[in-house]
């Protein structure tokens, strides 16, 4: 069964060219627009990973990992967080609320593939 | 497909900024709310990260000085001011330009641009202490892909102990482990003494540490970045132990009992006597209590690990391979095969008498058994890349035969296969890159005239997939045409008339035999001999084929091959007294049928198996085995031919490691089987050939009705 990839963006083209990508390779892929989306979608629902961004309407990212790590149902799942360069205390962030790793934006295709392989195996 | 997100970021970006717009000039009448500015930050935030990911890195790098700025100002460092938001409005329209129309600005909107960001760059770091001073270049400092390098060998030590709490930053310690085994050789000792009693266990914790001993050609900066997102969550050391230069190995002398007996002080049989009665080191020290029994395996499974790295090393320089002929291997084969199947009788004898001498004894040869039959294999398997590279001339040759310009590429030549798999491969990878060049490439006036590059391009790759290899062949062509061939499948008395058959059904097609949709007939292909063939070789390795195709893009055939021919998976089924196999490849689950359920569609072999309707075939039938089926029967799912059939049997028994034997000439015309395996007890089961088993019952039916 091919596996299944939240991608959390409020940028419809950054979530198009994740989901894209990520369907590409084989994965199956739920999108939400924001933080609130996301958890909205989500509800018990079993994802094996959720690549989240930072920066969102409503929920941010920050928000988003601390709910899911605070979720019985989601508290082990892999967290990848999109970041840029000049955000490195808002990935320290991230990294003390739970995600398990990080892609710094901007990214190529094949660093986003190299980087859910090595998350979900 | 980058030119697609481009697209999507355009609109994305030209929304963006009529939004921007709007809350700037609400900002401008109430500069302080803070949902205006976090409006305005996340817009300008959103233009400049995805401008870099689609290739607009002017507009990422105009953007992020004024994103700074709205940053402190959502900070409270900064307050906005009439000029600061007229002066956003005109970067507004400057960044709808760029976005619009990349590369076509007049040198005056350059200048206008320069002050801009000027002004912005000077406000952001004015008092600027906290402001990154640099845009953003392109790059990834999450893990990185390290080439191979063509070093030398190194055997490193790593000790990875994880944090208690490693499980709840999502990360799973196995799957570290596995990608370092996947950087080379390695022996992986686990360290479970802090394991406390279940009492005091906590189930969300991680009490277990290893020990890694790994030989690769990466450096130490790979083996780091295994852990680089999980370097908060756990303690890492790596020590290189065995540095792969000479000489080292040859630096220990002789022990102290060669000696003397070389000098003739004493024999060997006095040395065995004495050695024999002293203890290990290793059990003293446990004995002593300094160290516990693990730790002294972990660092045994170190010594063992370098020292077969260097014996190896040693033996690479003398030889680095060695031809044995094929029949050898075969004769191996053959006979690992026999083992197989004497120890799952082992294993039969041994449940049965329930005796506990004999099943220690059982397991370990089973365990013995898979390895061997492991290696065995793997001594067949041969790279796929020296048949990619036959295809070249192919291609090349036909190519210029029909005036076109074709490039081949393959990937994934160092892929490793049976030895058979890959003769019987040839042909069928024959015909379908003849198909793509004849068929799929348009000629490059027709290329140019639909935008494409002149040259054609035919992808040829290989990988693995589990038990399985992935052979793709794909074409950047015409795509096939549905239509075509729903036509010609009409014409063929393959698909009803108004049938409403989609894609997936009617690109399989093409496989039938005799069918071509070819204008007209070529020397390469357009006989509608070909694709069948193609088919038939593909079965024939227990294989199948999936073809995706969109018009105007290109065409990908995915062949997919089992590792190997000699031993399969299988499920074994029974059927009264008698037992079957079922090549567990095409198996997807096992549901039950009772009797009620069966009689439910009033005669017709149909049943519904999680909403969906699906045909059944009773094997009891089939092969006509006596006797009455009991109540509850079984249905084993099986996807053949792109479709889902269930297959009825009495009872289903388990996976079943299966040698398989060939039935003999006397039995070549036994359709429906493709061979036979001997199992535990002595009996054989015959292994159901399940594309020809539904094919053949497909075809009756047809013909009944």
């Known amino acids: 069964m091919s596996k299944l990839i939240m991608t959390v963006d409020d940028s419809a083209s950054v979530r198009q060219m994740v989901g894209f990508t990520l369907r590409e390779a084989g994965y199956e892929v739920v999108e939400a627009a924001d933080g609130r989306d996301a958890l909205a979608k989500l509800g018990a629902r079993a994802v094996q990973m959720v690549i989240t961004d930072l920066n969102m309407p409503n929920l941010d990212g920050i928000g988003v990992i601390k709910a899911l790590r605070d979720d019985p149902s989601h508290r082990f799942v892999p967290i990848i967080m999109l970041t840029t360069e000049s955000q490195a205390e808002k990935k320290q962030e991230g990294k003390a609320a739970g995600a398990t790793g990080w892609i710094v934006k901007p990214f190529k295709p094949e660093q986003l593939l190299a980087v859910v392989r090595k998350v979900l195996g | 497909m980058m030119d697609k997100h481009r697209e999507a970021f355009r609109e994305e970006a030209l929304e963006l900024l009529t939004e921007l717009e709007a809350a700037l000039l609400d900002l401008e009448k109430t500069p302080d709310d803070s949902d205006l500015v976090g409006r305005v930050f996340r817009a300008m935030h959103t233009i400049k990260g995805s401008g870099a990911m689609f290739g607009f890195e002017d507009v990422a790098s105009f953007t992020h000085d004024i994103e700074t700025v709205y940053d402190r100002v959502r900070n409270g460092e900064l307050a906005v001011d009439g000029n600061v938001i007229s002066l956003t409005l005109s970067a507004c329209d400057r960044i709808r330009r760029m976005v619009a129309a990349p590369g076509e600005s007049s040198p005056e909107e350059e200048a206008a641009a320069e002050g801009i960001r000027a002004f912005f760059k000077g406000l952001s770091a004015a008092t600027g202490d906290r402001g990154p001073a640099a845009a953003p270049s392109p790059c990834v400092d999450g893990p990185t892909v390290q080439p191979g390098q063509d070093g030398e060998e190194i055997t ?214 898979d390895e061997l039959r492991e290696n065995a294999m793997n001594i067949r398997m041969l790279p796929i ?101 729903r036509a010609k499948a009409v014409e063929k008395g393959l698909l009803v008339p108004d049938a409403s058959a989609g894609e997936k059904e009617l690109f399989p097609l093409i496989f039938a035999p005799g069918f071509s949709t070819a204008g007209k007939i070529t020397s390469v292909s357009g006989r509608g001999v070909g694709l069948d063939v193609v088919r038939k070789g593909i079965d024939a390795l227990r294989g199948s084929i999936d073809v995706e195709s969109r018009s105007g893009e290109g065409t990908t055939m995915t062949l997919k091959l089992p590792l190997t021919l000699a031993i399969i998976d299988g499920l074994l089924v029974a059927v009264g007294e008698d037992r079957f196999v079922l090549p567990l490849h095409c198996i997807e689950e096992c549901v039950e049928m009772t009797r009620e359920k069966a009689a439910e569609p009033r005669g017709r072999r149909i049943t519904r198996v999680r909403g969906d309707i699906v045909p059944y075939i009773r094997l009891r039938e089939c092969f006509g085995s006596p006797g009455e089926p009991p109540a509850r029967e079984q249905i084993i799912m099986t996807s053949a031919e792109g479709c889902r059939v269930g297959i009825v049997v009495d009872e289903v028994i388990g996976e079943h490691q299966t040698v398989i034997k060939s039935l003999g000439r006397f039995y070549r015309d036994a359709k429906d089987v493709s061979g036979a395996t001997i199992l535990g007890d002595g009996t054989v089961a015959l292994i159901v050939d399940v594309p020809q088993l539904v094919q053949g019952t497909e075809a009756a039916e047809r013909a009944f009705s």
């Open chain 2, 385 to 485: 890349g020296t048949t990619f590279s036959k295809f070249n001339r192919l291609v090349r040759d036909l190519s210029s035969e029909l005036r076109k310009e074709i490039m081949l590429v393959t990937a994934g030549g160092e892929t490793e296969l049976d030895k058979t798999v890959i003769e019987r491969l040839n042909d069928p990878l024959i015909h379908i890159i003849r198909n793509s060049i004849d068929h799929g490439i348009e000629e490059p006036a027709v290329r140019e005239a639909a935008g494409k590059p002149r040259q054609g391009t035919i992808r040829l790759s290989a990988e693995h997939a589990g038990a399985n290899v992935l052979i793709k062949v794909s074409d950047d062509g015409a795509g096939l045409n549905a239509e075509a061939i």
């Open chain 2, 156 to 369: 490193y030590r790593i000790r990875f102990r994880p944090a208690r709490n490693i499980f709840a930053s999502g990360t799973n310690p196995v799957l570290l482990l596995k990608e370092l085994a996947g950087l080379g050789r390695c022996a992986i000792t686990a360290h479970t003494g802090d394991i406390p009693s279940l009492a005091e266990i906590d189930p969300e914790g991680c009490y277990t540490s290893w020990d890694v001993i790994l030989t690769t050609r990466q450096d130490m900066n790979a083996i780091r970045d295994v852990f680089i997102f999980a370097e908060d969550y756990c303690e890492v050391t790596v020590a290189v132990i065995d540095g792969g230069g000479g000489g080292d190995a040859d630096t220990d002398y002789k022990k102290i009992g060669e000696i003397l007996v070389d000098r003739g002080d004493i024999n060997a049989a006095d040395v065995a006597g004495i050695l024999s009665s002293q203890k290990r080191i290793g059990e003293m020290l446990v004995d002593s209590g300094v160290v516990t029994q693990e730790t002294v395996q972990s660092a045994l499974a170190e010594q063992q690990h370098v020292r077969e790295v260097r014996k190896e090393r040693k033996s690479a320089e003398a030889m680095t391979s060695l031809r044995v002929p094929a029949e050898k291997l075969d004769t191996l084969v053959n006979l690992v095969g026999e083992l197989v199947t004497v120890q799952s009788r082992l294993n039969q004898v041994a449940s049965t008498l329930n005796a506990p001498e004999l099943i220690p004894v059982a397991e370990e040869v089973e365990r013995l058994t």
